[in-house]
Structure formats: structure tokens, C-alpha cells
């Protein structure tokens, strides 16, 4: 089993940035490991957060020898925020900026749109349609440039990933 050490931190930063500070948060609770994703949840002011993380099982860069921080793929529920399954990538380096990072499912492409080291996707509706795709596929690969110019393959495994979601569907009133 990888480690998942620094999802405190990655998910500090996603929470701040979708409004809930970091300080109104509780330290998130692991809810049960599920093939290669991870179920958490943590309550704010505004009511709980739970979210799904897995790291890649395999990376590959364009160029040897390039340094990046430990990257990870999510889907949240922020029932207070009316956020359900946003999908989002921390990539380990920033973005170059214009880029459309990219994460393809079984054949099916999604494009996705970066801030720094982030990427999310253009809305409710394509996060629908690619947590419906990640359910039914067994991999997935997120592909983005480095404002450096080096390009980045991530292979994620699917495995578990649909109990995972059933964990935080339950944890924060979707089912």
C-alpha cells in the first residue's frame, strides 16, 4: 500500500481554495483504503468534506532527471459548497501556463484546466461524466506539460475506486 503522508497538506490547500480554510477544518480521517484509493472525510464550519485519493502507479517524465513533488488524483464532495465529485489532479510541478492538462479513461479523453500545480475540469457536468468513466474503467492516465517544457504520463489504477466513491457518498449524505 502507498503512503498517503501528505494528503493533509494536498487537501489543506484544495480546501482553501474552495472556501474552507484550512484553520475551520479538522485533520481528515482516513474511512477505509479500497483497492488503490484512499476514503477520507473531515467536518468544516459548513458541514463535512470527504474525498477519494490514489497516487499514480506509474510516472513518466520527458526528461530525466526532473524533480517533482508526490502528485495525486482526487473527487470531492463539499455538501456545504453544493460541490459534488469535483475531480482534480495535483500534478507535482506547475502547469505551463495555456495548457490543457489531459486524463483519458479506457479511450475516453477529458481535457482539464490548470492553475499552478492544480488541474480541475471545466464543470459539474464533465466531473459527472468522468467519475461515471473512472467507475466503469480499470485505467486511467493524466498527461500535462511543466512550465519547464517536460511532459508528464501518470498511470492511475482504477481498482476500488467505485467502493471508494460508495464510502464517500455515504459519509457526506449522497446515499
Same mark, same amino acid.
Given at each position: 500500500?502507498?503512503?498517503?503522508?501528505?494528503?493533509?497538506?494536498?487537501?489543506?490547500?484544495?480546501?482553501?481554495?474552495?472556501?474552507?480554510?484550512?484553520?475551520?477544518?479538522?485533520?481528515?480521517?482516513?474511512?477505509?483504503?479500497?483497492?488503490?484509493?484512499?476514503?477520507?472525510?473531515?467536518?468544516?464550519?459548513?458541514?463535512?468534506?470527504?474525498?477519494?485519493? #490514489?497516487?499514480?502507479?506509474? #510516472?513518466?517524465? #520527458?526528461?530525466?532527471?526532473?524533480?517533482?513533488?508526490?502528485? $495525486? $488524483?482526487?473527487?470531492?464532495?463539499?455538501?456545504?459548497?453544493?460541490?459534488?465529485?469535483?475531480?482534480?489532479?495535483?500534478?507535482?510541478?506547475? $502547469?505551463?501556463?495555456?495548457?490543457?492538462?489531459?486524463?483519458?479513461?479506457?479511450?475516453?479523453?477529458?481535457?482539464?484546466?490548470?492553475?499552478?500545480?492544480?488541474?480541475?475540469?471545466?464543470?459539474?457536468?464533465?466531473?459527472?461524466?468522468?467519475?461515471?468513466?473512472?467507475?466503469?474503467?480499470?485505467?486511467?492516465?493524466?498527461?500535462?506539460?511543466?512550465?519547464?517544457?517536460?511532459?508528464?504520463?501518470?498511470?492511475?489504477?482504477?481498482?476500488?475506486?467505485?467502493?471508494?466513491?460508495?464510502?464517500?457518498?455515504?459519509?457526506?449524505?449522497?446515499?
Amino acid at each position: 500500500m502507498r503512503r498517503f503522508g501528505l494528503v493533509v497538506a494536498v487537501l489543506a490547500g484544495l480546501g482553501a481554495a474552495g472556501g474552507n480554510a484550512p484553520a475551520q477544518a479538522q485533520e481528515p480521517q482516513a474511512a477505509g483504503t479500497f483497492g488503490d484509493w484512499v476514503a477520507y472525510h473531515y467536518k468544516t464550519k459548513k458541514g463535512p468534506v470527504c474525498y477519494i485519493v #490514489s497516487q499514480p502507479v506509474k #510516472s513518466e517524465l #520527458s526528461r530525466k532527471g526532473a524533480k517533482r513533488d508526490p502528485v $495525486f $488524483f482526487l473527487v470531492t464532495h463539499r455538501p456545504g459548497d453544493k460541490v459534488r465529485a469535483e475531480v482534480s489532479t495535483l500534478i507535482g510541478y506547475p $502547469f505551463r501556463p495555456n495548457s490543457t492538462p489531459t486524463v483519458e479513461i479506457d479511450g475516453q479523453r477529458f481535457t482539464l484546466f490548470a492553475v499552478k500545480d492544480g488541474a480541475w475540469s471545466e464543470g459539474p457536468q464533465v466531473d459527472r461524466k468522468i467519475v461515471a468513466a473512472m467507475k466503469a474503467g480499470r485505467t486511467m492516465v493524466v498527461r500535462g506539460v511543466s512550465r519547464r517544457g517536460t511532459t508528464s504520463v501518470d498511470t492511475y489504477s482504477l481498482k476500488g475506486v467505485t467502493a471508494a466513491m460508495n464510502k464517500i457518498d455515504e459519509l457526506c449524505g449522497y446515499k
